[in-house]
């Protein structure tokens, strides 16, 4: 049987690989599964680029990175396998919640504004927010900057971002070493719940369908691994249908809640995979649309429209130099042709097309697929902007300032 | 037990950082020439963050891996700025594997600087371009007539030809050109 060694976070969107190992859909298809679990994100990665492990859950921006080499000499990666959307939050202190007189997350940009207003008197008194994210190259990065600067904050000026590693991030909210933060679950509800936090936003407000996690491959492991790795993708597409049927919820995070995985109470994740959050001390639960989406609108699909948004940020932000060329080497680390090939023939949806604009969809749309009926749910940005991968450079010259 | 071999091999300079708080405070303040970290540090995250921030501020850095086997190691050196994978604790290894991470470190910051450097006369090259064709058009001169006057604004004045352009197209900016 061929093996795959799986790197993750304890996060909730690991979820897929640890589904497929704990319910036996590896083995179906005649793989299996060894997971192993670390605490921050390089970690994960230099596991998989030196052969420590053969597929990694990671951000979609840290594989970018990896195999454009920003930073270090490029290896390169594939990811053909998204491990889902959205799922973040951004939490603030109890401090900062005080002052934003936070009492609801219905609008975004109003929440946006009111912490851009505060981050802007904070910093005026010496005292800039220090805002953690978890890796430099994590959606969580930008997102939360988009979010701001669309707010009126300069992320680079008005506020400090550092980096905390996920399972650090309710510890350091809790010693006043972080005033917010955004990253995915259980973190945000382990701070919520030990009173040292309250959460102002979900990610999926800021853009409703935001690309998240994915499974990286080194790239030549998809030409050398090719069936058994599609033999992987089709078990983690049946983890997916377990993962967002609601009737296995407290079971399956019971299950991602054991020390070896999470290691966190189970009903906080029950709450993440069944779109729920508990905003501040002992509220009931809020739901929030679409949190975390680990299936359904083929969620696992991944776009290469996505890759070029994650890229433009990076360009934005200073994090890798602008042209065409960055685009396509990040959009080429998207598989799609892999996807199709993988999911064929079992009734999986598969898009037509490998690229969108971003962003357009206001409501549910029927779009072109090979196979499987595929509605696309609201797909925008909290501000209305528009990314349309084929005049990507027109998008980043309108973000700069 | 890395501590230890650490001084058998003649480095007296050591300071263990166990907090993952002010990592980044601390490392900057000792400034060392080579960190020693695990793969599995929960800091290196900070660490890769800080360093991408400022260049002036990154430092070799050598990296411990427990059972990883001769392929592994193999990969991490070429995958590695500086990083270099170390099976177990072998201290008589120490030595040469810090040298390589500061070797490594020094080769990838050149090729960055010189990168660095080609980008940055891209941009100068672009600026004059720029400030000729402001000139050619507002003093209506022609391309060498408009290159000489900027240098020689720029010999006059002790400064670059790309600053003096730069002035230029930005004072034309303020000055309502359409430039």
Redesign the interface.
């Known amino acids: 049987m061929s093996r795959f060694r799986i790197g993750f976070l304890p996060l909730v969107d690991a979820a897929l690989p640890i589904i497929a190992h704990e319910y036996g859909l590896a083995d179906k298809q005649g793989v299996s599964i060894e997971l192993h679990r670390d605490t921050s994100w390089a970690t994960v990665r230099d596991r998989l680029i030196y052969g420590q492990t053969d597929a990694a859950h990671l951000p979609a921006p840290l594989a970018i990175a990896t195999s454009l080499g920003l930073d270090r000499p490029a290896v390169p990666l594939a990811a053909p396998f998204m491990l889902g959307l959205n799922g973040n939050a951004i939490a603030v202190s109890t401090r900062i919640a005080a002052m934003m007189h936070l009492d609801s997350i219905g609008d975004v940009a109003a929440t946006g504004r009111v912490l851009a207003g505060v981050a802007q008197a904070e910093a005026e008194k010496g005292r800039k927010l220090r805002l953690a994210v978890v890796h430099r190259y994590s959606s969580h990065n930008y997102m939360l900057r988009y979010w701001l600067a669309a707010s009126g904050c300069a992320p680079d000026r008005d506020v400090e971002i550092v980096v905390v590693p996920p399972p650090f991030i309710a510890d350091a909210l809790a010693m006043g070493e972080i005033d917010g933060s955004c990253v995915g679950e259980p973190w945000n509800s382990l701070a919520v719940m030990r009173g040292d936090a309250v959460i102002a936003a979900a990610t999926s407000q800021i853009w409703n369908r935001g690309v998240e996690k994915l499974l990286a491959f080194r790239a030549p492991a998809i030409d050398e691994r090719r069936s058994a790795i599609e033999a992987l993708l089709r078990a983690l597409h049946e983890a997916g249908k377990i993962a967002s049927d609601p009737a296995c919820a407290a079971e399956v995070a019971a299950m991602l809640g054991r020390p070896e995985y999470i290691g966190q109470p189970a009903e906080l994740i029950a709450r993440a995979l069944g779109n729920l959050l508990i905003l501040r001390g002992a509220e009931a639960p809020t739901p929030i649309e679409d949190f975390l989406m680990l299936h359904r609108e083929a969620a696992n699909f991944p776009w290469k429209s996505q890759a070029m948004w994650l890229y433009s940020q990076m360009i934005r932000w200073n994090h890798a130099p602008a042209g065409q060329r960055g685009f396509d080497e990040a959009a080429a680390v998207f598989r799609p042709d892999i996807y199709r090939s993988a999911l064929a023939g079992i009734g999986a949806i598969l898009p037509g097309a490998s690229a969108k604009v971003e962003g357009a969809i206001s409501s549910p749309l029927g779009a072109g697929s090979h196979s499987g009926r595929l509605i696309m749910g609201p797909d925008r940005f909290f501000d209305g902007q528009l990314f349309d991968p084929d005049r990507a450079q027109d998008y980043v010259a309108s973000q700069a300032e | 037990m890395i501590e230890e071999g650490l001084r058998e091999a003649g480095f007296s300079d050591i300071h263990v950082l166990l907090e993952?708080?002010g990592l980044v405070a601390k490392l900057h303040s000792l400034s060392p020439d080579v960190v020693l970290i695990n793969?599995?540090?929960?800091?290196?995250?900070?660490?890769?963050?800080s360093?991408?921030l400022s260049r002036a501020l990154a430092r070799p850095i050598a990296?411990f891996?427990d059972q990883?086997d001769e392929?592994?190691i193999a990969?991490?050196v070429?995958?590695?700025?500086s990083?270099y994978?170390v099976d177990g604790l072998k201290k008589e290894r120490i030595k040469p594997i810090l040298e390589l991470a500061v070797r490594r470190f020094s080769a990838?910051s050149r090729l960055r600087t010189e990168l660095d450097e080609a980008?940055s006369e891209l941009a100068d090259r672009k600026l004059i371009d720029r400030a000729k064709m402001l000139l050619m058009r507002r003093r209506k001169l022609d391309e060498p007539a408009a290159y000489a006057l900027l240098r020689k604004q720029a010999m006059d004045s002790g400064r670059r030809i790309a600053d003096i352009a730069e002035a230029l197209i930005t004072a034309d900016t303020l000055l309502g050109g359409q430039e």
């Open positions: 993952r708080r793969l599995e540090n929960p800091g290196r995250d900070v660490l890769e963050e360093f991408a990296m891996v990883s392929r592994s990969e991490a070429d995958a590695g700025i990083a994978v990838f980008k």
